[in-house]
């Protein structure tokens, strides 16, 4: 077998299908076209048509099988809409990602039910809800993969962690229970763990120069991350490569939460 049969064998997802929300803009719009490049036919999922339109394009002008969605995901009727309309895209899909999220940081004595309830719908219902429209139909067909976007605040408590921290926190349990139920029918859930990204979701932060050079120094490689940096451990969590790999965290973040 030649090697790049092996490789495609192992990594390429063509014939299938992938959601990703939050898929237009940051870690999610490195993930969406990493997928699409190695084969997948993907769905984007977000609120703004202009960001959603450009990105598809883009997406097909390189060749690449894309279409989007716009939707508030803010909402369960939104998530409910949001879930129905990925899957006419082109069918039901194998693979979902879940990106989108909100980063609502006060300080703690300041976080009021609104922020809370908001953080809670954005970055753990709608995951959960997605999970539960595509994960029995993924089980039923014997293949799926469900990526959660969690943080490092999912494990350990910094600049304010706050409803946010408990929210991805929380995701990272909710990907071990979807393994527990259909792990044991093809379909794997786990979550990639970014370090400091600079991308809108990290605005307040990424507008600090001397706060971004002390994450990079925080680092073992030397910098901040990138949305690209992501696209290997997405094709791979995505892939027949993973399929022994269910209820895990990634860390994809240059070494910070080891150092």
């Not at 763990?193 to 932060?205: A, E, K, S």
Request: charged residues 20%.
């Amino acid at each position: 077998m030649t090697s790049q049969k092996y490789l495609s064998e192992l990594f390429s997802l063509e014939g299938r299908v992938a959601v990703v929300t939050g898929g237009s803009s940051g870690i999610g719009r490195g993930i969406t076209e990493a997928l699409a490049r190695a084969g997948a036919s993907v769905v984007v999922v977000a609120r703004r048509e202009a960001e959603l339109a450009r990105t598809v394009g883009e997406l097909e002008a390189a060749g690449c099988r894309a279409a989007w969605v716009s939707a508030d995901l803010g909402t369960s009727e939104g998530v409910r809409v949001a879930g129905d309309e990925a899957a006419a895209a082109f069918g039901e899909p194998d693979i979902l990602v879940n990106c989108a999220g909100v980063n609502l940081r006060p300080p703690m004595s300041e976080l009021d039910e609104d922020v809370w309830d908001t953080t809670m719908t954005v970055n753990l219902k709608a995951p959960y809800l997605l999970g539960r429209r595509y994960g029995p139909g993924m089980a039923g067909r014997g293949f799926g993969r469900i990526i959660h976007i969690t943080s490092q605040q999912a494990h350990r408590a910094f600049v304010q962690s706050g409803a946010y921290g408990v929210s991805k926190g929380a995701l990272e349990s909710l990907a071990r229970s979807q393994a527990e139920a259909w792990s044991p029918h093809g379909v794997t859930c786990n979550t990639l763990v970014p370090g400091f990204v600079m991308t809108p979701l990290n605005q307040r932060l990424s507008s600090d120069p001397e706060r971004v050079a002390a994450l990079a120094a925080r680092t073992m490689v030397g910098r901040n991350g990138l949305a690209e940096d992501f696209a290997g451990a997405a094709v791979f969590l995505a892939s027949a490569a993973s399929s022994y790999v269910t209820g895990q965290s990634l860390f994809v973040d240059g070494g910070f939460s080891v150092h």
